[in-house]
């Protein structure tokens, strides 16, 4: 699934290529991409049609591309989603749900290609600088105005296992399963330990640890571990290359040669070093008064 440095990938060869562009044609291929659209897929291709683009944007795993007019055309990958640039003609992808034909010289088209349709595309009225639909999520690492000392004091009064608090979205966004795994194991420490057991120098350090190693991934493009995650030219990206504990089962821990585990974390999957990062003890439980 896309993530963080996934998506800043796509949204900046986005900005690249469409600003100053004006949208000549919305063609919707298959009503899905566009069912958070009040307006369905007629009414989201009209209020497409005609505008141009001024920039693209993005909070979390969300992008925006913000149009003339003040209002925004509000996208997010989800498990498969493609946003392809090609030229008028070539031939369509397998998977393409939605095709607009921008002006310019040459002509340009962006395609949205969405294999399982988790992912989708709504016109947001008003959200050129920030999409309503999105206002309660919270800032990324990368972004300057985040702020990791109230991000540690909210993380050190909640029970909750670092690793849930990380991919909790209102906390800080952008951080998928991925990212947070590797995170952990450069900062050494397990997913399941609670938030108020952390110092607040742990906090800000794995923090920095998230930083970096998605700084990392947005210098090789992003994470692929197949063909579902491509930039805008259809390129892969090349991080798994260099993850030390994600998608690691059974392989030895980079750092002290201990075999990597994994287990079972929601309808996902945990990955760490059984030695560099070691599991919490457990609270002692409190005896009923007799």
């Known amino acids: 699934m896309p993530e963080l440095p ?150 050190r009064r909640r029970t909750a296992g670092i690793k849930r608090l990380i991919l909790d979205q209102s906390l800080v966004s952008g951080v998928g399963n991925i990212y947070a795994d590797e995170a952990l194991w450069r900062a050494r420490l397990h997913g399941e330990r609670p938030g108020d057991r952390l110092r607040r120098g742990q906090v800000l350090d794995l923090l920095g640890h998230a930083r970096t190693v998605m700084g990392e991934a947005l210098a090789q493009g992003g994470t692929s571990f197949d063909a579902l995650y491509v930039n805008v030219n259809g390129e892969s990206g090349y991080f798994e290359r260099s993850l030390h504990a994600y998608g690691r089962e059974g392989e030895p821990c980079d750092r002290c040669g201990a075999l990597i585990r994994r287990t079972a974390f929601t309808n996902r999957s945990s990955y760490f070093c059984p030695v560099c990062q070691r599991p919490p003890r457990r609270r002692p439980s409190s005896a009923p008064a007799r």
């Not at 069912?35 to 009414?43: I, Q, V």
């Not at 962006?110 to 399982?116: A, C, G, S, T």
Request: no cysteine; proline share 8%; hydrophobic share 40%.
């Open 6 to 155: 996934e998506v800043e990938v796509v949204r900046s060869g986005l900005q690249r290529h469409l600003p100053g562009r004006r949208v000549l044609a919305v063609e919707v291929l298959h009503p899905r991409p566009v069912r958070r659209d009040l307006g369905g897929p007629g009414g989201f291709a009209d209020r497409v049609r005609g505008r141009e683009v001024v920039a693209v944007h993005r909070r979390g795993k969300y992008f925006w591309i913000a149009v003339d007019g003040g209002d925004a055309i509000l996208g997010h990958l989800g498990m498969s989603g493609q946003m392809l640039l090609q030229p008028p003609g070539a031939p369509d992808e397998r998977h393409l749900r939605v095709r607009f034909l921008l002006s310019g010289d040459p002509g340009l088209e962006l395609r949205f290609v969405d294999q399982r349709m988790f992912g989708g595309l709504s016109f947001s009225p008003g959200g050129a600088e920030l999409p309503t639909e999105i206002a309660h999520i919270a800032r990324d690492p990368l972004d300057p105005e985040f702020d990791e000392l109230a991000f540690a004091a909210r993380v």
